[in-house]
């Protein structure tokens, strides 16, 4: 109220606030996705290259999903890996395969068809996830109807760099995203994988706003020896820039994401029951029922039983068939655990902050790992004094479980930056103060103007330190808010309109190496 406006007698109120403005917490742990869906259409709007906001799983799939069918039909299959047996003169020593009749088979799969996306949101939402971003950059190409060379990696021409690269493009007009996660970045070539990695970095580094989460060519699969040979190269391909925002997850993890619903004869040989046959009726062990299934469903009756009635039929009739299905549901089952560690990571933060290392946890779904790693060959993948590219293990532990042992960034050389947690924390800290000095704007750049924003800003870091996000017997030993003429401002700097904030944190760092120290005592009289 200005009281010289005042010309009739009379009682006038005025109130006046209490209390200074407060920080809004801004949310630590959501998640952008970008990568392949089976489609990306609601209500007739596309979807397609639009960073989406979600809360749940069904939201996903009611825009990127295919629509099901009235009952009785069957649901519609949202993602549907080809997989192949090819017959070897020996038995192989790279991948899976499978002993058949006395002739070894290696099961590989038409790369064209292999995704991630999908199932890496599937282990999101099974690990905890909450809000997170989707930007669908396409659906899937089409399948090239041939398997890849055994032991090799996958690559999957039908996904683009330049696809992947104007998704993350299209996260630069969204603030709200803390972590960027591309499921399908290792399906493409290596040096394309190097291109992208470095573009998402600096993106990052650029914005503030969030880390990326990357996985590493190579893991689905690696080499127990020459597995250092793909460490290297990623090493080598992740650039010199952005690295505090950057962390690697390593090796890929066996999960039960897919069931064995999930998996039938339509997914073998491009549904081909043709090629089939031969390995389920041999002449060397012939069985009957199943060349009739099989029959039946190359040449359906007049009443046709479905896919699933013919599934469990060539179950009963065939132990090699049942076999075979284990083995594709295990490979189509090893996804790239960048997925689950957002679900990890939004546990952990809403249960003990965003300064909590997402670390000595599991990962629910998780089941086996393709390599399991000892403390000497960790040892080679947390500390690099080269290059400082920490790579975080995921590692087996008799009676724990799989437990993912490591909580740095990229940046593992450097004091302020090695640690996962300080970086999300400092962005956390930063982008909270941020979006709450807006409220400043055009305010007058005046002694009771910087007051109030040293209240504000100490109330909030005040209960950042009691919830233990940082460190420090008392507040004034965890943070400093400064902001004045003379000490963060000069008389220039008013004119010219800027208002100078100094904050000083402490943040809290994980105890990655605890030592226990022993020394035995003489014995002492009671």
């Known amino acids: ?21 407060s920080i809004v917490p801004v949310e630590t742990a959501v998640p952008a996705f970008v990568g392949y869906t089976p489609q990306a259409m609601y209500e007739g709007k596309s979807y397609l290259n639009v960073p989406q906001k979600i809360t749940s799983f069904a939201e996903f799939q009611a825009i990127y999903c295919y629509p099901d069918p009235a009952p009785p039909a069957p649901l519609v299959k949202q993602y549907s890996p080809q997989y192949y047996l090819v017959k070897e003169k020996s038995q192989p020593e790279k991948g ?11 099961v590989v799969p038409d790369p064209n068809t292999i995704y ?28 090239s109807g041939t398997p890849m060379t055994p032991g090799t990696q996958i690559v999957n021409p039908n996904i683009q760099l330049g696809d992947l690269m104007n998704g993350i493009a299209l996260l630069k007009n969204e603030q709200e995203p803390t972590m960027y996660i591309v499921p399908e970045a290792t399906l493409l070539s290596v040096d394309n994988n190097g291109k992208l990695m470095q573009e998402m970095l600096l993106q990052n580094s650029e914005m503030g706003t969030a880390v990326s989460i990357f996985d590493v060519i190579g893991g689905r699969n690696p080499d127990p020896i020459l597995y250092t040979n793909d460490i290297e190269t990623f090493r080598n391909n992740t650039g010199a820039k952005g690295l505090d925002y950057g962390a690697t997850y390593y090796p890929f993890i066996g999960t039960t994401i897919m069931q064995d619903t999930d998996i039938d004869y339509t997914n073998l040989f491009g549904g081909d029951v043709k090629q089939l046959e031969p ?13 009739k299934i099989l029959a039946n469903i190359e040449s359906p009756p ?29 490979e189509a089952n090893i996804l790239p655990p960048s997925g689950g560690m957002a679900g990890v990571i939004t546990v952990n933060d809403n249960q003990s902050g965003v300064w909590n290392a997402p670390a000595n946890t599991s990962i629910v779904g998780a089941v086996h790992l393709p390599i399991q790693l000892s403390d000497n060959q960790q040892a080679d993948l947390n500390v690099d004094g080269v290059s400082g590219k920490s790579i975080n293990a995921i590692r087996f532990f008799n009676g724990l479980g799989i437990l993912i042992w490591g909580a740095r960034t990229l940046d593992g050389n450097s004091l302020d930056w090695k640690y996962i947690s300080v970086r999300r924390t400092l962005i956390f800290l930063e982008q909270s103060c941020k979006m709450a000095a807006h409220a400043y704007v055009f305010q007058p750049n005046e002694k009771n103007t910087w007051e109030a924003v040293k209240s504000m800003i100490s109330s909030f ?7 233990g996000g940082l460190q420090g ?54």
């Open 302 to 330: 007049a009443s046709p039983l479905t896919v699933s009635q013919n599934n469990s039929a060539l179950i009963n009739a065939s132990t090699t068939y049942n076999t075979i299905l284990k083995h594709v549901l295990k």
């Open 116 to 143: 991630y996306m999908y199932n890496s949101i599937r282990l999101f939402y099974e690990n905890g996830g909450g809000n997170a971003y989707i930007v669908s950059v396409g659906s899937y190409g089409p399948p």
């Open 473 to 526: 017997a008392t507040p004034a030993s965890a943070f400093s808010v400064e902001c004045g003429l003379g000490t963060t401002m000069t008389g220039e700097d008013i004119l010219n309109g800027f208002m100078n904030v100094m904050i000083k944190v402490a943040v809290t760092h994980p105890a990655e190496f605890i030592v226990l120290t022993f020394q035995q005592q003489m014995a002492t009289s009671s």
């Open 461 to 467: 870091l005040t209960t950042v330190w009691k919830e």
């Open 1 to 21: 109220m200005d009281l010289s406006n005042i010309k009739s007698p009379g009682v006038y109120i005025q109130e006046l606030n209490a209390f200074d403005n």
């Open 96 to 106: 899976d395969y499978i002993l058949i009749a006395g002739d070894y088979y290696s």
């Open 279 to 291: 390995i389920l009726n041999p002449p060397s062990d012939p069985n009957p029922n199943a060349a």
